[in-house]
Structure formats: structure tokens, C-alpha cells
């Protein structure tokens, strides 16, 4: 089931996943709705925030509803939980990539606007008026409740702020965008304006993807993600996939990450050494497919930041 709500109209914060880590592994209820005014005090925060908060992090994988509240997910504890985490202060351009791709690809608690736009979105731009009619339509279909017009604007402007700086009249960046993580990837860029359907004689600004060639997105990340989309798309028992489906498949990591084909062609080329035969590529077949090794280790967490360590 799809959120459409619950971000209080707040991008994540880079503090949050980390305050939300230390504050559920203290007290697993302090998240929960009857305990806001103690997380309130605890987080010193307002209100709004503290749902933020636990919006974000349930949608980023880093904890999860239980009967006492909350716990830590296996991804969370082992990429944030204090000095033992991975990246516990997300200091690595490699975590900002993991969370974007958790917050697209996160069944337990999907996201609709990230789902929807970078999956099956497929406009060269986005500009607010086409996007919120697009979403409205597409709304209709998944969910049996109606979505304001209201909600899917302001689910679609915490989309947009969560990776493109907010500027002043000026041209300055707003302080309080400086915050949201997401920003740094560069993942959408503002590349002008077009006239406004909903508000005739006034420009609404326009932005693209950036689908190009991304090396910032280590092997190691992109042989993680490829495992993870394995197996929330096809099953673990399935032993091959197609080609076509890796750069184009719904959550796949040529969707998510907007790489092109050609730089997921390069990867996978590589991948069989990379993950020590868990994947191998086998361009020449009839279709070509990457086989998955059920008996090799597969490719873990850790590998991504020991690769970068040997860096």
C-alpha cells in the first residue's frame, strides 16, 4: 500500500535517520503516535517534525513497526547504529545513494510520488502542473480512497526538495534546504521554465533527471541493489533475468538510479569479478541475461563500504 502522507510537507533532514536510529534503539514506543509529546521532549523537535521523522524512517528501511512500536531494521542497525554503523553520520555520498534507492524501492512502506516518478514516469521533464495531473490519474488506480489535488502537490513539492536546492528571489540557496541529503546526488536538475496550464500567463519552472553515466555509484552498491531488486521482483529461486529488465525493470537500479544503458552494459561486464561469480553476464545469449549464482556468497552491505575503504 502506497503513502500519499505523513512527511508533513518536510523533505529528510540529515539528522533525522540518525536521531530516529538512537531514539527507537533506547525506547522502541517513543515513535509511535501516543508517544509524540515524549518524543517532543526527547528530539527537540515540534510535533510535525517527530511525525516526519518516523515518516522518513520507516520509508528509508532504518526501522520498522512491531507490537512494542518499533525496532531497528537489519539495514538500519547495520548502516547507522552508532560507531558500530557503517556510515552512522551519512557521510558518504554511497549511503545517500542506498536511502534513494530504499525510499524508491521499500515495500513495507512505498512512497507514492518516489515509486511512481522514478519508475514509471517516462516524460523528458517535470513541471508541477503536467506532474500533479499525471499523479491524480495514476492515484485513481492504486488507491480506494481519493487524493486531494491538495496532497499530491505537496507530496510532489517534498519530491522536488528532496533533490533540488530551494532558492530565494536572489538566486541564494535557502539555508533550511541545505539540510535535505538527498540534494547532493544531483539527481534533478532545473533546466528552465514553460508556461503554467493551471495558471495562464505565468512560468512555472521545469526540471529533467539527470540520466547519464553516474561513478559515484560504486560496483559494489550497484551489485547490492541489483541483488535486492532480484529478489523483490523475481524471487531468489529465480536463477536468470534479462538484460532489458536490469535497466528498465519497475524498481530495477537503470530505473532508480537513472543510469543509461550503456553504463549498466559496462557494469555488468565487470560484475562476475566484482561479486566472485555470485552474478555473471552472458551478453551472447539469444536474450542476453545475468545469471545469479545461488550458491556463491552474495554481494552484502559491509562489501560496499570495504570497497570504498580500499579506495
Known amino acids: 500500500m502506497y503513502r500519499f502522507s505523513g512527511h508533513e510537507t518536510f523533505p529528510c533532514r540529515y539528522a533525522w535517520l540518525p536521531k530516529a536510529v538512537q531514539t527507537v534503539s533506547e525506547n522502541p514506543d517513543i515513535l509511535t503516535p501516543a508517544k509524540e509529546d515524549d518524543a517532543m521532549v526527547k528530539l527537540g523537535v515540534g510535533k510535525n517534525m517527530v511525525r516526519s521523522i518516523r515518516f522518513w524512517a520507516e520509508a528509508a528501511d532504518i526501522i520498522a513497526n512491531t507490537k512494542a512500536g518499533h525496532a531497528l531494521t537489519d539495514f538500519g542497525r547495520d548502516l547507522l547504529w552508532e560507531d558500530k554503523g557503517l556510515d552512522p553520520y551519512l557521510e558518504d555520498i554511497q549511503t545517500l545513494w542506498l536511502i534513494h534507492w530504499k525510499l524508491a524501492t521499500n515495500q513495507r512502506a512505498l512512497i507514492f510520488a518516489w515509486d511512481y516518478l522514478l519508475n514509471q514516469f517516462h516524460e523528458p521533464e517535470?513541471?508541477?502542473?503536467?506532474?500533479?495531473?499525471?499523479?491524480?490519474?495514476?492515484?485513481?488506480?492504486?488507491?480506494?480512497?481519493?487524493?486531494?489535488?491538495?496532497?499530491?502537490?505537496?507530496?510532489?513539492?517534498?519530491?522536488?526538495?528532496s533533490y533540488v536546492p530551494t532558492r530565494g528571489r536572489k538566486g541564494e540557496v535557502k539555508e533550511d534546504n541545505l539540510d535535505c541529503p538527498l540534494v547532493e546526488l544531483e539527481l534533478l536538475r532545473h533546466i528552465g521554465f514553460t508556461d503554467s496550464a493551471l495558471n495562464p500567463g505565468r512560468l512555472e519552472p521545469k526540471y529533467a533527471f539527470r540520466r547519464e553515466d553516474k561513478p559515484e555509484i560504486g560496483q559494489a552498491l550497484f551489485a547490492f541493489c541489483l541483488e535486492e531488486f532480484w529478489k523483490n521482483r523475481f524471487g531468489s529461486k529465480e536463477q536468470s533475468i534479462p538484460f532489458h529488465s536490469i535497466v528498465y525493470g519497475h524498481g530495477s537500479p537503470g530505473q532508480v538510479f537513472k543510469i543509461p544503458e550503456a553504463d549498466v552494459r559496462t557494469r555488468l561486464f565487470a560484475i562476475e569479478k566484482q561479486t566472485d561469480g555470485f552474478f555473471n553476464f552472458e551478453e551472447s545469449a539469444a536474450i542476453p541475461r545475468v545469471v545469479r549464482h545461488e550458491e556463491k556468497k552474495p554481494p552484502s552491505l559491509a562489501t560496499i563500504y570495504e570497497v570504498a575503504a580500499d579506495a
Not at 485513481?140 to 517534498?158: H, N
Request: proline letters at 0%; zero cysteines; a positive charge.
Open 126 to 161: 517535470l513541471y508541477a502542473s503536467s506532474v500533479v495531473r499525471v499523479l491524480s490519474k495514476a492515484a485513481t488506480r492504486v488507491s480506494e480512497k481519493e487524493i486531494s489535488r491538495g496532497s499530491l502537490e505537496q507530496l510532489y513539492g517534498v519530491f522536488l526538495h
